[in-house]
């Protein structure tokens, strides 16, 4: 795994990289073999001296463990900064930070000679961090318009003071970043050389003392902020999510740069030049003297800017964790009730009884019309904190005769409460969809508008079923794209999801997507992962590289799919499973015989109510659930679960049909099926014990839905690595 994890960086190509940083990049690569094979050799003569001496053992493990984690965000940085996705870039970035964190702690914390083996790693990493962390943003005038915007009770020269603060500060920090490589580097063998040597050590350290300083005064205003963000009485406010958004983003920054200072002023080197620079006799004594001085006020510095950080790290946790189900609730929630009306709300308040329906000129956007939609992100909108979807919605004569006046329509959503929007229009008014989704549009010899997109429809014929592929751009019709694969029977869903850079670390079945692997970080169409709900199947329509599969599920029908970046996901009455996008592909290549799927079973009480005796007597909901065991040929297959959307925030949306059976008299059972309101609940998923962990189902009090879909706050990708990132850090 070491060595496949070097190759890797080492071919790794970063678009924009100048030769003279590629060099430095690879040679830091190179190293790391050298001081990984030192490591293991020190830690066996350790072993065979002392016997209990686990430091060189230590560090060999530190370095193995983290080269993955640096791989994975270096891969996702590379896509996400491509794609115009500052967030999810910076997320990435994060990802890095935490895979070298341990690295330090396990080195201070065994109190040896920190950095003298793991020098190539901080120094490769400090320069994938510099290369890759984005200027950023002014960001004082947007909080101060947000502000001013819904009055907030802030000191607005407070706010604007520490956002200015922590820009000029990572500002400065990512400068000296691209002069602290070359500097130590240079020699000092004569006067000259010694001259050259303290200026530029002297430029950089004045520039980072400044660049401290510029944190010392506003430092208590941003607390300002996070407390804002931590009163309950602004969790419903219409601009919660972006100031929490902006304010996640400064405080990335902010340690991104420190450990691009930490990782870049190199113990290994900075041992090496005190050695170089140790005062001897001589005419250059003096000089030699003052630049041993320097490098130790550098080392100096790059201690107290993680010292800084650890500080900050523990109080912006706590901001993270009070305010972490608030994020949650703040996604965009949208419905599709009995009637064919599209709903959407925002927040904890408005799932339980806040929803609005999405209106479009004084109508609604479906007008009672939809039996389908779906919600996708285009690119240009996947970095925003205020984005923009793709909605699309199947509509026909009515939800029970979708097949009468098919068409589909397109509208932009924009989150709000209620949601605005715009653009709405129909796109195809020829043909009978099933379902439809939609990914950015490939850039190929086609002249297409770069906001573009594909859009992909299923087709239910019965017996027989295909998808159909359309080319989408702004205020247009479907154009047909030439690609229609077909499935073994009708298809009803259709869902497409390109793949992150890298797969799951802790995916048993991560062989399926390895290193290397086309489907990595596929380009927005192609090397995609397109799914087919089937009809009365137990399989799953697969297409991946242009050629077409079918996996099974685990039962002989069922009712739905869903994916999302890591997973898919398939439902039926009783309950559902997902599989790793990697698990999938591994059994389309034929490595294994059925995804690795791991499931959930819904409680019976959500999915019975009471049983009604001939003759009178009301009984509980197991008395129901006993009757659908043993006479469904009478009561008719269960509903239960309709529709299932899971959320990259770890949360579940459920629609559940819930069941009373009647016994009207000896021979007959009659079953009823009332539609429940919508639940909601958090999951996350244990790949290792192949199980999916739910807490508890929260029911909203008046939203029923026959499809619902939950997107996140636009900020969750990083606020989700930020929160991990200061998790995994531990003070030793």
């Given amino acids: 795994m070491f060595d496949a994890n070097i190759k890797l960086l080492q071919s790794m190509q970063f678009e924009g990289m100048d030769k003279d940083t590629r060099k430095n990049l690879m040679d830091s690569v190179t190293d790391i073999k050298t001081e990984y094979d030192e490591a293991s050799l020190k830690a066996e003569e350790a072993s065979l001296k002392a016997g209990d001496d686990k430091y060189y053992a230590n560090l060999k493990e530190s370095i193995a463990k983290s080269l993955p984690s640096i791989v994975k965000g270096a891969l996702s940085a590379d896509a996400a900064f491509k794609r115009g996705n500052n967030l999810a870039g910076a997320a990435a970035l994060m990802d890095i930070c935490e895979s070298v964190i341990p690295v330090f702690t396990s080195l201070l914390a065994a109190g040896g000679p920190e950095g003298m ?95 401290q300083l510029a944190l010392a005064i506003p430092e208590f205003a941003s607390w300002e902020v996070a407390s804002w963000l ?98 949650k609730a703040r996604g965009l929630y949208v419905l599709l009730d009995p009637n064919g009306y599209l709903w959407s709300t925002t927040g904890r308040k408005g799932f339980q009884s806040g929803w609005n329906g999405i209106n479009y000129g004084g109508k609604n956007l479906s007008n009672g019309y939809g039996y389908r939609f779906s919600i996708t992100v285009p690119k240009e909108e996947a970095g925003a904190l205020k984005p923009k979807y793709h909605i699309f919605y199947c509509m026909g004569e009515s939800p029970s005769n979708p097949r009468s006046w098919s068409h589909l329509d397109h509208a932009m959503l924009t989150p709000g409460h209620p949601v605005s929007v715009e653009d709405a229009m129909p796109i195809s008014e020829v043909e009978y969809f099933a379902d439809s989704w939609a990914l950015p549009a490939p850039k190929d010899q086609t002249p297409r508008d770069p906001k573009a997109s594909f859009v992909y429809v299923a087709r239910d014929e019965g017996t027989i079923g295909f998808l159909k592929t359309f080319d989408l751009e702004p205020n247009s019709k479907l154009k047909e794209v030439g690609w229609s694969p077909s499935a073994k029977s009708g298809m009803l869903y259709i869902r497409a999801v390109t793949h992150p850079p890298a797969a799951l670390l802790d995916d048993p079945d991560r062989d399926g997507l390895p290193p290397g692997s086309p489907l990595l970080g596929g380009n927005d169409h192609y090397n995609s992962i397109v799914y087919g709900g089937l009809r009365s199947s137990p399989d799953i329509f697969v297409d991946q590289q242009n050629k077409d599969y079918h996996v099974p599920s685990p039962w002989p029908s069922y009712n739905g799919i869903a994916v999302d970046d890591y997973y898919l996901w398939v439902f039926r009455p009783e309950g559902f499973v997902c599989a790793t996008h990697a698990s999938v592909v591994k059994c389309t290549l034929g490595k294994s015989s059925s995804p690795r799927w791991m499931s959930y079973s819904i409680p019976g009480e959500y999915l019975f109510d009471s049983y009604e005796l001939f003759g009178g007597g009301l009984y509980s909901w197991e008395s129901s659930r006993d009757r659908q065991k043993y006479n469904a040929d009478k009561v008719g297959p269960l509903k239960g679960l309709v529709s299932l959307s899971p959320c990259k925030d770890g949360t579940l949306v459920a629609s559940i049909y819930k069941r009373t059976i009647r016994h009207p008299d000896r021979d007959s059972y009659v079953a009823n099926d009332s539609l429940s309101p919508l639940y909601t609940m958090d999951y996350n998923i244990d790949l290792k014990g192949g199980a999916i962990n739910v807490g508890t189902l929260v029911k909203s009090d008046n939203a029923y839905g026959v499809q619902v879909q939950k997107m996140p706050i636009p900020c969750w990708t990083l606020f989700e690595s930020l929160e991990a990132d200061l998790r995994t850090k531990k003070t030793p």
């Fill in 230 to 327: 931590k009163d309950p009485e602004n969790y419903d406010n219409d601009k919660w999510p972006e100031i929490l958004g902006h304010w996640c983003q400064a405080y990335s920054n902010l340690v991104t740069a420190n450990i691009i200072l930490k990782c870049l002023v190199n113990p290994k080197v900075i041992q090496k030049r005190l050695a170089d620079t140790k005062e001897t006799a001589g005419p250059l004594s003096a000089s030699r003297d003052h630049a041993h001085t320097l490098l130790i006020n550098l080392q100096a510095i790059a201690d107290e800017a993680r010292e800084n950080w650890e500080d900050w790290s523990s109080e912006v946790l706590k901001v993270l964790q009070a305010t972490k189900s608030n994020a």
């Fill in 117 to 211: 083996l793991v020098g190539a790693l901080f120094s490769m990493v400090g320069q994938i961090l510099a290369f890759f962390a984005p200027k950023p943003p002014s960001l004082e005038s947007k909080i101060k318009k947000m502000f001013e915007e819904f009055g907030a009770k802030l000191d607005l020269q407070k706010v604007e003071a520490v956002e200015i603060s922590i820009d000029r500060y990572t500002h400065r920090l990512r400068k000296a970043s691209k002069k602290i490589y070359a500097t130590l580097k240079l020699p000092v063998g004569t006067q000259n050389e010694l001259d050259k040597f303290r200026t530029d050590l002297t430029e950089l350290e004045i520039g980072l003392d400044h660049g």
